[in-house]
Every structure is written in C-alpha cells, then in structure tokens.
C-alpha cells in the first residue's frame, strides 16, 4: 500500500512537469524552437502574479485573469520583435538568442525582486487532502494541477484537431516553407504560437508558486525538467508529455521514498535510463 | 490583357544566379507553358512568382500592379497558387484538412470542398485518409484541389507528371481543362514538352536561366525547340 500511495502522490506530481513542458513543446513543435528562456518565463510568471497579488488583492488563481493576458501579450511580443528574426539560420540563432533572454530575465528579476524567495499564498486548499480507499491521503492541491494539465492537453488536442488556426498550426509544423505557399503567414502565426505557449507557461509559473519557493535563479532547473518532460514522452505528442511528466514524478517519489537525498537525481536518472531504451521517447510524432 | 507580366525577372540561391532578366507575359484566361532542360530554371521562375525567392517589386507585375519582392502568402491572396513539385502534402493532415488548409486565405471564388470533390472524385471518398496514404496520381489531385481552394486567377503547376504513370498524367491533364473552363490562368512547368505544347496555347522554353524561345503552341517548329532546348 506504501508503494501504490508513492505511485499516486508522484504521478500528480507529474501534473506540474507536464504543466511546465506544454510551452516548450509548443514552441517546438510548431516552428523548432528550443527555448533556452522557457524556465525563466515560468518564473517571471510567478512574479506577475505576486506583483498582480500584493497590488489588487486577489488571490493567486484569480490573478491568472490578468496574468495570462500579459504573457500570452509577451509571448506575441518576443516572437514577432525578436524571435522571428532568428529562425532562417538554423537551430543555433534561436539558442543563443533565447540564452540572452534567461539571462536577461534572471538578472531583472534580481534587480528588482532581490534573491529572496518568494511564495504565492492561497490559504487552505494547500494543505486540504482527500483520503481514498486503503488510507491514502490526496492532496486537493496536487489533485486540482493535475487536473488543470489533463484539460490543458485536452483543450489543446481539440483545439489543434478541430479549429481552422490548429489546423494551420500542424500544416506549419509539418513544412512551414509549404505551409507559407498556401497562403500562410507564418511570421503572424509563430508570433500565435509563442503567445498560446506563454498562455501555459504562465498557468505554470502561477501554479507552481503556490506550491514551491521560488527566487529569481529557479528558472533552469524548471527548464531542465520540461525538456525530460517533453522527450520522455516523444517529441510532438502532448499525452506523451503528460505521461513523461508523471514518469518524471513518480521517479522522483520512488526515490524519495529510498532516501530523500534521492529524489532530484532519481527524475533525472529515470531520464537518462528511458534516453537510452527508448531515444525517441514513449510516443514520438515528429521525425525530423 | 496580360494577368502576369515580368520585367528583367533576375533570382539567386545565395551567390547562385539562376535566372537572368526573364522577361515574359501571361494573357488572362490563357494556357502557357514553360519547358527546359533540367536547371534551366523553370522552377525557380515559378518560386519567384509566387513570392517565394526574392525579388524587386517591379520585376513581377500581376494584373497590372507591381508585385514582386511580396510574401507568398501575399502573393496567395492576391490570387497567385502554386502545386509545388513533388506535391508537398502536409503529411500529419487528413486529405481533406489539406484541402480545408489550401483556403486558408479565405478568397472567394468557385472553388469550394464541393467543386474540388466534383472535379476529383476519388478525393471525395478519400478524404478521411493521411495524405501520405494516398497513391502519386491521387496525392498530385489532392495538390491541385488544395491550391484551386484559394480561388486563384493564376495557377502555377510545376512537373504535374513527375514520378506518375502515363494513364494517370492524362487524366489529371483532362482536369485542367475544367480548371481553365473557370477563367483560371494557367503556368505549366513539364519536363515532358510533348504533353506540355498539348495542354498549352504558348510556351516559353528556358535554358540555362534564360529564356531561349517563345512562340504560340500551335504550327510550333520541332527543330527550333530543339535547338533552345539543349542550347544548340
């Protein structure tokens, strides 16, 4: 019964990696971007809200009203300013590129937030749990991310398979050159695609402040964690992602529960192990 | 009155120049093709005119306003569609999503999912599949619906019978009849010049990024195409 509840607690755990990855496979998936800066947007989300928070009073889930729409904003912004410019040389521009901009991030955020850490306040439905047959506690918390990855994915399939603008997205991800000679614009369209990525990062950062301190050098780590997230799963597949991302916790549980100075290494093992059995992940989609 | 006219057509690859001031015109409603030996620059002249390589604005003038150095998908809405060579199906959409995607644009015209089944078909029953489970000839239609579903004035199709067994090219050039039947302007680009100067009631003949003879289809001098065929 230990073992079932560490499979639990570290597949809900999964809710927020997977959560964490959805812009970055976006990004990628859409217009092969690999978006060094993807850890520091989630943080930067954070401290919107906390900006947003201690300014009007709302509670953090209720500032993701004004949040999204900001860095859904940013999100456009970056790619069409920026971004665009970088992507007809290869994979290397855009590297370098966003590399500048988690600098730039990281070094802002300590300007003007200090190194302290900093956590979002949501009152008591951190600490609520729900207990479930064979005395296992879930935590309503953990329980509600999940949820919101699983709709997040969802939403997304439907919009991607079901919407004329999802249906330009996949024709530009397959052959952005051809999709372009279709009448296409792409330039506007990865300039969407950014801002709908932003969209998830910042439904990231916010929840993931909730649960975690964080401080203006928390960025990386949560970039890292993405990318085992997304590659776990396979490049391109959104479910393979949910599922890399609860892989990734649940590897994390199990080695917590061995010694909780395991935890950390335990995901990134878990990784390195499935990089080596499966180098194209659980569901790949693209192949190039 | 000419839908397409180019004025000193010049386009590089990099360093590469591959054409050198082409200079052609297009009447609206007509037929022309355009044949050459491999690399004479057939494709890169349709590339330039759907907006594809880079230009100067005055080098491309489509109905009677100067378009060139315009993205391709300003060149799409302005009524400009190309079949590329070697059809380039989005492969992760349905038959059908390809098509849906070719109207993207949205301009209005003829041409709806409707003509484009009733033109073709095989498409119709098709139309669930992933692209790449479709046969050549059956891909080559599905390219063609997709860039008849902008609703083009001009139409610019390049090797149609690349790869295709004969019964198939014939019966995907016994289409174009309709397409033309429409008012569309058409651009052929063929390597094979015998179902090209069928289909066509002008050609051009390219050689090595020059234009190296125009004339009308009809009472055409083999010998003379020979000639600016291989560059003799």
Request: charged share 15%; glycine share 12%.
């Amino acid at each position: 019964m230990e073992w079932l509840n560490i499979l639990i607690q570290g597949g809900l755990l999964g809710g927020i990696y997977a959560l964490f990855a959805i812009g970055l496979s976006l990004s990628f998936g859409i217009m092969r971007l690999v978006n060094i800066a993807h850890g520091d947007l989630i943080v930067l989300s954070a401290y919107v809200a906390l900006v947003v928070v201690e300014n009007t009073g709302l509670d953090p889930i209720s500032s993701l009203v004004i949040v999204v729409p900001m860095m859904f904003a940013l999100g456009y912004a970056l790619q069409r300013g920026l971004l665009n410019f970088t992507l007809s040389g290869g994979l290397l521009p855009p590297l370098l590129v966003t590399f500048g901009i988690s600098v730039i991030i990281q070094n802002s955020l300590l300007q003007g937030f200090g190194a302290y850490t900093h956590r979002l306040q949501q009152g008591a439905i951190e600490t609520a749990s729900l207990p479930i047959p064979g005395g296992i506690a879930v935590g309503v918390y953990p329980l509600l991310v999940f949820a919101v990855a699983v709709l997040a994915i969802a939403g997304l399939q439907l919009f991607f398979y079901r919407t004329r603008l999802g249906r330009a997205f996949r024709a530009v991800s397959d052959d952005a050159d051809t999709a372009e000679l279709m009448g296409i614009d792409n330039r506007k369209l990865f300039a969407l695609a950014l801002g709908i990525a932003m969209i998830f990062t910042a439904l990231a950062g916010v929840l993931f402040a909730i649960r975690t301190n964080f401080d203006p050098a928390a960025g990386p780590i949560r970039l890292i964690l993405a990318f085992e997230a997304v590659i776990i799963g396979g490049l391109g597949s959104l479910w393979g992602t949910l599922l890399g991302g609860m892989v990734l916790g649940i590897a994390q549980a199990v080695g917590a529960a061995l010694s909780p100075t395991w935890q950390i290494l335990a995901g990134h093992l878990a990784f390195l192990i499935i990089l080596i059995v499966r180098p194209s992940g659980l569901f790949p989609r693209t192949r190039d | 009155m000419s839908l397409l006219r180019t004025h000193g057509l010049s386009a590089f690859y990099g360093d590469f120049q591959a054409l050198f001031g082409i200079d052609l015109s297009v009447e609206d409603g007509e037929t022309v093709a355009i044949i050459g030996a491999n690399g004479a620059g057939k494709t890169t002249f349709l590339r330039a005119i759907a907006g594809a390589l880079e230009t100067a604005p005055e080098m491309i003038e489509f109905d009677g306003r100067r378009v060139g150095h315009s993205t391709p998908h300003e060149m799409v809405r302005l009524g400009i569609a190309m079949v590329p060579e070697g059809r380039k199906l989005f492969p992760s959409l349905s038959v059908e999503e390809n098509l849906l995607l070719g109207g993207h644009c949205g301009r209005a015209g003829p041409w709806s999912l409707q003509r484009v089944y009733k033109l073709f078909p095989m498409l119709d029953e098709l139309r669930r599949l992933p692209a790449p489970a479709l046969s050549g000839g059956q891909q080559q239609m599905a390219a063609i619906g997709r860039a008849l579903m902008s609703n083009p004035r001009l139409l610019l199709c390049d090797e149609l019978s690349l790869g295709l067994a004969p019964v198939v090219i014939r019966a995907i050039y016994d289409c174009l009849g309709a397409i033309v039947a429409e008012g569309t302007t058409v651009v052929i680009v063929e390597q094979d010049i015998n179902r090209a100067l069928d289909a066509s009631a002008h050609f051009y003949c390219f050689q090595e990024g020059r234009l190296a003879l125009s004339a009308p289809t009809k009472n055409f001098n083999r010998t003379a195409i020979t000639a600016a065929y291989f560059g003799l």
